[in-house]
Each structure stands twice: as structure tokens, then as C-alpha cells.
């Protein structure tokens, strides 16, 4: 069993753009765009703590898809909007990453996640060093704040 953040939905597009080369030429950062089918650009949202950069180490022996994108985004050329890689999710079927993207096992390596391999989903999330309670405690306080404020709204 894994836990990974799902970032596309079936049939959205998911692309890796090269962003730029370190001046070493050895790293090669780049970051995702998520498309809806009818051209909606998705905003991923994510943590502080994942927007690391990603990136792929010159030389290194890449596998799974994680091969093609390291193909498209190494080969040379100054033109970094062409260093590009996009993939179309199939029906019924994920993209998922880990949160420590760059050490993660996940869609990169492994490929799409079908809809029959998912069995739940994360209801409350416990930072490191702290106890059940006080994360089940965190949960229940955001649940009431957002509740109160739809409901002040509504009246």
C-alpha cells in the first residue's frame, strides 16, 4: 500500500516543462501543469513543504516513465519551451506523486493508477512529532470554523 496526492484525473493532461539547467549542467529542474480536457489550466495547491523542485540528474539511468520525460526535458537545444513531455491519463485511471518528489516511487515510475487499485483516501493528516489528538483535534476545529462560516452566510 502507498499514499500518494492524486494530481490528475482521468483524461486530464499532465505536462513536465524544463525550467531550467543548473550551472553546473548536471541538474535539470522542471515543474508539472495539469489541463483539463476542455483547456483549464489546474491549480495544484499543494503544501509549501512539496514545492521543492523537481529535477533530473544529467546521466543518471531513469526508468519506467519516468525514462521518457528524462528524454524529452535532457535532450539538448537552448529552447527550454520545447524540452517538454505531456501524457493524457487514460479513463478510469490517476496520476499520483509522492510529497517528497524527488525521492518518491510513484506515476513517474510506475505509470497511471487505475481507479480498481485505490482503496481510500487520507482524512486527517498528523505532522511529524505530533500525537492523534491533536491532529484529530486540528481536523475537527477547521470542520467547525468552515461550517460556522457557511452557516453565519446562510442566515
Known amino acids: ?20 539547467v543548473s550551472e553546473n549542467d548536471l541538474y535539470y529542474y522542471y515543474e508539472i501543469k495539469v489541463t483539463k480536457p476542455n483547456g483549464e489550466q489546474i491549480e495544484l495547491n499543494e503544501s509549501s ?3 521543492e523542485p523537481m529535477y533530473l540528474v544529467k546521466g543518471y539511468n531513469y526508468s519506467g516513465l519516468l525514462n521518457q520525460i528524462a528524454q524529452n ?18 479513463e478510469n485511471c490517476y ?27 487520507v482524512r486527517i ?7 492523534i489528538w491533536i491532529a484529530l483535534f486540528r481536523k475537527i476545529k477547521s470542520y467547525l ?9 446562510n442566515l
Do not use: Q, W
Open 1 to 20: 500500500y502507498m499514499i500518494k496526492r492524486v494530481v490528475a484525473l482521468p483524461k486530464d493532461t499532465i505536462t513536465f516543462y524544463l525550467t531550467h
Open 49 to 51: 513543504y512539496i514545492n
Open 73 to 90: 526535458l535532457l535532450k539538448g537545444g537552448d529552447d527550454l519551451d520545447n524540452r517538454k513531455f505531456s501524457i493524457t491519463i487514460s
Open 95 to 121: 496520476f499520483v506523486l509522492g510529497d517528497n518528489r524527488n525521492h518518491s516511487l510513484d506515476c513517474r515510475d510506475f505509470g497511471e493508477v487505475s481507479s480498481a487499485d485505490i482503496c481510500g483516501d
Open 125 to 131: 493528516h498528523v505532522k511529524y512529532g505530533e500525537s
Open 145 to 153: 470554523s468552515v461550517n460556522y462560516l457557511n452557516l453565519k452566510e
